[in-house]
C-alpha cells in the first residue's frame, strides 16, 4: 500500500525558515516524480514544486521561487522543502503528491498533510 | 500561465441525482487534465487522469470527458459521500494549475 507521511509543519516567525518531510513507503521511491502542494485556510488547491525521480530535474510556481528548496533522498525514501524567507501567505497545508507515472505531475497518492502556520 | 476555471462554483443537488461539473482551460491542454475530490479536513482524492481514465478503486459513477480547452467531470446517482469539493488539474505544461474548485453540496 503506497503511504506518505509529511512530517516538521508548525509555526513560524514571518522572515524564518521551516523544512518538510515526506516519508515515502509501499513504491519504488526513486522511480516517481513528486510534488509538494499547498491549500491555504479556506482556499483551494495551490501548486509549489515538482522534483524527478531522480531529483535531478526541479520546478517551482513563482510565488516560492528563489525561498523554496525542493529535495529528495532516494536512500532514504523521503522528500524534503526547505522553505526561507517565509510569509503570512504562506501559512498553509502541505501536501506531498506522488505522481502517477515517472515523473509525469499528475497525482495518484497524496499525504494526509502538514500544517504550517507563519505569524508573529 | 494556464488558468483553469471551473464551472459552477458551487452546486446543490440530491441524493440520487446526476450532475455535472465543467473546467475550461486558457489555453490548449490536449488531455493533461486530471480530477480531484476533497472532503472537509481531508486530502485531496485523485478521481481521473488524462480526462477520461478512472483513476484504480474509483467507482464508475464517476466519469469525465474533454480535450483541448472543454472538459467535464460528471457524477451519477449522487450518494451522501459525494458532497464534497471538486478540482480540476493540468499538467501539460509548469506551473501545474488548479481550478477554483466546485462545491457539491446537499439540497
Known amino acids: 500500500e503506497v503511504q506518505l507521511l509529511e512530517s516538521g509543519g508548525g509555526l513560524v516567525q514571518p522572515g524564518g525558515s521551516l523544512r518538510l518531510s515526506c516519508a515515502g513507503s509501499?513504491?519504488?521511491?526513486?522511480?516517481?516524480?513528486l510534488s509538494w502542494v499547498r491549500q491555504a485556510p479556506g482556499k483551494g488547491l495551490e501548486w509549489v514544486s515538482h522534483?524527478?525521480?531522480?531529483?535531478?530535474?526541479?520546478y517551482y510556481a513563482d510565488s516560492v521561487k528563489g525561498r523554496f528548496t525542493i529535495s529528495r533522498d532516494n536512500s532514504k525514501n523521503t522528500l524534503y522543502v526547505q522553505m526561507n524567507s517565509l510569509r503570512a501567505e504562506d501559512t498553509a497545508v502541505y501536501y506531498c503528491?506522488?505522481?502517477?507515472?515517472?515523473?509525469?505531475?499528475?497525482?495518484?497518492?497524496w499525504g494526509q498533510g502538514a500544517l504550517v502556520t507563519v505569524s508573529s | 500561465d494556464i488558468q483553469m476555471t471551473q464551472s459552477p462554483s458551487s452546486l446543490s443537488a440530491s441524493v440520487g441525482d446526476r450532475v455535472t461539473i465543467t473546467c475550461r482551460a486558457s489555453q490548449g491542454i490536449s488531455n493533461y487534465l486530471a480530477w480531484f475530490q476533497q472532503r472537509p479536513g481531508k486530502a485531496p482524492k485523485s478521481l481521473i487522469y488524462?480526462?477520461?481514465n478512472l483513476q484504480s478503486g474509483v467507482p464508475s459513477k464517476f466519469s469525465g470527458s474533454g480535450s483541448g480547452t472543454d472538459f467535464t467531470l460528471t457524477i451519477s446517482s449522487l450518494q451522501p459521500e459525494d458532497f464534497a469539493t471538486y478540482y480540476c488539474?493540468?499538467?501539460?505544461?509548469?506551473?501545474?494549475?488548479f481550478g477554483q474548485g466546485t462545491r457539491l453540496e446537499i439540497k
Open positions: 522534483i524527478g525521480g531522480s531529483g535531478a530535474n526541479t
Open positions: 488539474q493540468q499538467y501539460n505544461s509548469y506551473p501545474i494549475t
Open positions: 509501499g513504491f519504488t521511491f526513486s522511480t516517481y516524480g
Open positions: 503528491a506522488k505522481s502517477h507515472y515517472y515523473d509525469v505531475p499528475y497525482f495518484d497518492h
Open positions: 488524462a480526462a477520461s
